[in-house]
Nanobody, 128 residues
Framework: QGHLVESGGGSVQTGGSMRLSCVAS????????IGWFRQATWDERAGVAA????????YYDDSVEGRFTISLDEAKKSVYLQMTALKPEDTAMYYC?????????????????????WGQGIQVAVQS
């Protein structure tokens, strides 16, 4: 079992909703900013949303602002990504990641770095 385990992916129709979950080890949960990244075929891995556990501040990429919501449950060491109004272009492998610069990466729309903690990824497919 890794430090981050994602669940909740699958296939959905355009306009539908889906919630992804990421359960973290104690060590990973305290490892900094927690974020969701995604990688479509032939694309680079890019930031989608991030949350800083201590303050609860959230950050979103422009492509998902208003449609996706990131949240966390500290008691369960879990981070969630609620996705609504899904579009075919949201189809990708989604990854949970934790490190001190995850938030900055999402804010700055930088390429996903070699973060300390990565989940194994989970597939999301949005059918048109």
């Amino acid at each position: 079992q890794g430090h981050l385990v994602e669940s909740g992916g699958g296939s959905v129709q355009t306009g539908g909703s889906m919630r992804l979950s990421c359960v973290a080890s104690e060590e990973a949960f305290r490892g900094g900013c927690i974020g969701w990244f995604r990688q479509a075929t032939w694309d680079e891995r890019a930031g989608v949303a991030a949350i800083f556990p201590t303050l609860g501040d959230t950050y979103y990429d422009d492509s998902v602002e208003g449609r996706f919501t990131i949240s966390l449950d500290e008691a369960k060491k879990s981070v969630y990504l609620q996705m609504t109004a899904l579009k075919p272009e949201d189809t990708a492998m989604y990854y949970c990641a934790v490190d001190t610069d995850v938030c900055a990466t999402v804010i700055g729309r930088r390429r996903a770095g070699n973060f300390k903690y990565w989940g194994q990824g989970i597939q999301v497919a949005v059918q048109s």
